[in-house]
């Protein structure tokens, strides 16, 4: 008697076929473009540390276990909706006015396929379907560098906007 593979999920499957690895604000990730051209640091101001390459741009999958903390990074980040459920979109401007928008397919529901988190802006995701992933990408221009990246504490964020208690509290995990 022969044994019956066993089944992946699809999002298995995607993390494997484009080689996605764990991101440190939870979900999974690969960077698939980085511009050779390079913006060099005196020419980016005081906000940068050191040159950036012209953009970047990567795939990111969250599942429905997993979360986007809140997190932050001093450019613009481009969210591109590709498959899955449609996506959460929690944003915290820097004067702590809260938004949310979904990102997904539906535009005649309110959906947009995709969406631009202003620099400075703390922002976390959650997939909204259950036991489902939203797969995505991810562009930043000047290019991503962990040096512009910030992931959020709940301690911190709660003294900066009790507000917004209840969301911090579900998309942050220390």
């Not at 699809?10 to 494997?16: F, S, W």
């Not at 690895?21 to 906000?47: M, T, W």
């Not at 401007?93 to 535009?107: C, F, H, K, T, V």
């Not at 990408?137 to 009790?162: I, N």
Request: one cysteine or more; a negative charge.
């Amino acid at each position: 008697m022969t044994q019956s593979p066993k089944a992946t999920s699809p999002y298995e499957q995607i993390i494997k076929g484009l080689d996605l690895q764990p991101h440190p604000e939870g979900g999974f990730y690969n960077e698939v473009y980085r511009s050779k051209g390079v913006i060099q640091g005196d020419s980016l101001g005081a906000k940068f540390q050191g040159e950036r390459n012209f953009s970047t741009s990567i795939y990111f999958l969250l599942t429905s276990e997993v979360f986007s903390s809140f997190h932050r990074i001093v450019q613009d980040e481009i969210w591109h909706f590709y498959d899955g459920s449609p996506l959460a979109l929690h944003i915290i401007s820097p004067e702590g006015d809260y938004s949310q928008r979904i990102i997904g397919r539906a535009i005649d529901q309110g959906e947009v396929p995709q969406f631009v988190v202003p620099g400075g802006s703390w922002f976390g995701a959650m997939v909204i379907r259950e036991t489902d992933f939203s797969l995505l990408g991810c562009t930043v221009a000047p290019g991503f560098d962990f040096r512009d990246f910030e992931l959020a504490t709940r301690s911190d964020l709660l003294l900066k906007f009790p507000l917004h208690s209840e969301i911090i509290r579900k998309l942050t995990r220390r």
